[in-house]
């Protein structure tokens, strides 16, 4: 292993304690990591339709509004004033390697718990590294991905207009003119006043902008994770990062989550977007609110229940109650108990998720981070991720919500989009 390239962590959940490993060590999280690809080349952009970049967070004419305000011409294609452009992170092609140290058969259920392992990542092409999943798939390899800088509002293509308040302009027909979108300065659409903003018409919205774009999936967010996990040497990116929008009151029903757009001035680098007393919006490296403010549905897993909580997962063609082709069980099961987490679930097909398989921990620890499940409902449920803005300590960015009742929408439950770029 070339150890000046490679960047890992050794992890023991018995003690919550962490060690940096390889290129890691010593450093620090932040500056000490933007020379490396994978960090520092990640950055906010802006993203037309089609799927160009046409400007970078610092570059003249960037903008955050959703549309350009100055003609910008790249690539010898000149595209104008009032174009629509989403706020996006590019996410440069990493490679990744898991090590389990200390394993333990989950006690009634499939797999293993971790309980001390060593995570790397890697620029580069290294013995015993993989490419990461979110960058493999369906057979297609990408050398970037291209995940939302924000939380989804709604464009109307036809009448060339966003929504800023999360009015309800959709039923059960999402309508071909309407697309989720990731700008600043609006209320996350969600499920208020009958709105079906369900994953299925998530999935539709999100499609609706074009070729490439979908709803956030979950291999977009575990490579986040992985991410985040060996920058910190740490699980609980309230600590290290902020706490997030967690601490305003439960509300009468109504989406109380705040606007997009508090981290503005942050760009690509992390932190709170204000005082960090669970008020603030976070960011990491240029996305904002992962975890806090509103729940956010996510793609690719579909949760067995039954009294089983199995896992099956997908790189695409993303549907709900399903477990055909191309759909696979991860090989672990999830727990059967809600808590905080202690241990992540562990299969060699699957080392790259970080799902709870035990909840014996506490919100200071190993992990910091709550897990809702609902194993004894007979049927299936999706998943959202991350958490809202009254539960406190609960959310983070490994909270996981496993108890999302297929079709359910919800004043408290959002989106976020992600592109895909076409491969020549």
């Known amino acids: 292993m070339k150890n000046n390239t490679a960047y890992g962590v050794d992890f023991d959940f018995t003690t919550g304690t962490a060690q940096r490993l390889g ?3 010593g450093k620090t999280p932040g500056a000490d990591f933007d020379a490396v690809r994978m960090y520092g080349g990640r950055k906010r952009c802006n993203l037309t339709d089609d799927g160009t970049v046409v400007a970078y967070y610092g570059d003249e004419g960037y903008s955050e509004s959703g549309t350009l305000h100055t003609p910008i011409v790249k690539n010898g294609k000149t595209y104008p004033a009032g174009i629509p452009v989403q ?5 440069p092609k990493f490679y990744y390697k898991v090590e389990p140290v200390t394993l333990e058969p989950i006690e009634g259920g499939q797999g293993n718990h971790i309980r001390r392992a060593r995570w790397w990542v890697s620029e580069d092409v ?7 999943p979110s960058f493999l798939r369906r057979g297609v390899e990408y050398d970037f991905i291209y995940s939302s800088a924000y939380e989804a509002s709604i464009y109307d293509k036809e009448k060339a207009t966003y929504y800023y308040e999360d009015e309800s302009v959709f039923t059960a027909n999402p309508g071909s003119m309407l697309t989720l979108s990731s700008i600043a300065g609006t209320k996350p659409v969600s499920g208020a006043n009958g709105q ?3 994953r299925a018409n998530a999935r539709v919205l999100s499609a609706n902008r074009g070729e490439g774009w979908q709803l956030i999936d979950f291999l977009s967010l575990n490579a986040t994770e992985l991410l985040m996990l060996v920058e910190y040497a740490s699980f609980d990116s309230k600590k ?3 706490k997030g929008v967690v601490n305003k009151e439960v509300g009468e029903g109504g989406n109380g989550a705040e606007k997009t757009g508090w ?3 942050l760009g690509n680098t992390s932190g709170s977007g204000g005082p960090d007393d669970g008020f603030s919006s976070v960011t990491y490296r240029g996305e904002e609110n992962l975890w806090g403010n509103i729940w956010k549905l996510v793609d690719g897993l579909n949760f067995e229940c039954s009294g089983i909580n199995a896992v099956w997962w997908s ?4 549907r709900d109650d399903y477990k055909g082709a191309p759909y696979r069980n991860t090989g672990f099961t999830l727990c059967k108990e809600n808590g905080f987490t202690s241990a992540f679930a562990y299969s060699e097909d699957c080392d790259f998720m970080f799902l709870t398989s035990e909840v014996k921990g506490t919100e200071e620890g190993p992990v910091g981070d709550y897990f809702k499940q609902n194993n004894t409902f007979d049927g299936w449920q999706s998943s959202m991720f991350g958490g809202r803005w009254c539960q406190k300590t609960w959310p983070g960015l490994f909270f996981w919500y496993a108890d999302l009742a297929t079709g359910r929408a919800s004043s408290n439950i959002s989106a976020r989009i992600m592109y895909l770029p076409a491969q020549k």
Not at 315 to 318: A, L, P, R, S
């Open 196 to 198: 079906m903003l369900n």
């Open 23 to 25: 290129a890691s060590a």
């Open 126 to 132: 290294q013995p015993g590294f993989r490419v990461y």
């Open 263 to 265: 981290t503005s001035h």
């Open 240 to 242: 290290v990062i902020g």
């Open 87 to 91: 706020v996006m992170v590019e996410q």
């Open 315 to 318: 790189d695409g063609e993303y």
